[in-house]
């Protein structure tokens, strides 16, 4: 069986390439959306190969918690990891289901978490 892959979203090119390169450095199959549009499409096209999201909160005229709650409509168990430097919004996610962590976050529990993800 084919390892599951990460899909990362982030609208700041950086830190997206940040990310990206850490976790394919750590054998992991990245894929990158810039906007929540991107993010959605990749997700219906491949949901079956996409094993966890890592998003910030911050995205092009959307927020992950709007991202998100596309997304429950169609994978309500897929694991999600929320990025964000503002504790305060962590309760717009309640019942969204998904693992908040704050910036800056370290890439060794980067890898950890979504190592983790995919391994259950």
């Known amino acids: 069986m084919a390892m599951l892959q990460v899909l990362l979203v982030d609208d700041d090119p950086l830190q997206l390439r940040v990310r990206n390169s850490i976790l394919h450095g750590a054998g992991v199959v990245v894929h990158t959306a810039t906007n929540a549009e991107s993010a959605l499409a990749l997700l219906r096209s491949m949901k079956d190969k996409i094993g966890v999201v890592v998003t910030d909160h911050h995205l092009s ?3 992950g918690t709007d991202l998100v709650r596309e997304m429950r409509v169609f994978a309500p168990s897929l694991p999600v990891v929320v990025l964000s430097g503002m504790p305060e919004i ?3 996610y309640e019942g969204l289901n998904v693992i908040f962590r704050f910036k800056p976050f370290p890439p060794d529990e980067l ?3 979504v190592q983790d993800l995919l391994s259950q």
Do not use: L, P
Request: glycine share 12%; net charge negative.
């Open 111 to 113: 890898i950890k978490v």
């Open 61 to 63: 005229g959307h927020t």
């Open 90 to 92: 962590e309760d717009e």
